[in-house]
Nanobody, 124 residues
């Protein structure tokens, strides 16, 4: 059974940092793209960042470039989202996702696997 389990969310002041983790299990993800999405209250879920497990290529939405960093630890089967210089508008539930297609992940469509989400709240 495939599982993506996020952790690391919490409450932080504006300008602070958090690191989210996504532990993947249940299959081999070496050829998958792992993505991070977020959904703010009353809004649609949107793409944030992604990383190709095979070669480490990363993708970011414009609003987080230079502030968020996606990385992976092959030995731990875990991907990370380091979030720095957080802003109140970053407040959302953050979800981990996985798909064989990087295009699908970046587009946020037809994704195979999702985690349950973790809340990130940035206070002003």
């Amino acid at each position: 059974q495939v599982q993506l389990v996020e952790s690391g969310g919490g409450l932080v002041q504006a300008g602070g940092s958090l690191r989210l983790s996504c532990a993947a299990s249940g299959r081999t993800f070496s050829r998958y793209t792992m993505g991070w999405f977020r959904q703010a209250p009353g809004k649609e879920r949107k793409f944030v960042a992604a990383i190709n497990w095979s070669d480490g290529t990363t993708y970011y939405t414009d609003s987080v470039k230079g502030r968020f960093t996606c990385s992976r630890d092959n030995a731990k089967n875990t991907v990370y989202l380091q979030m720095d210089s957080l802003k109140p508008e970053d407040t959302a539930v953050y979800y981990c996702a996985a798909d064989f297609s990087a295009r699908a992940v970046v587009a946020g469509q037809g994704i195979d696997y999702w985690g349950q989400g973790t809340q990130v709240t940035v206070s002003s």
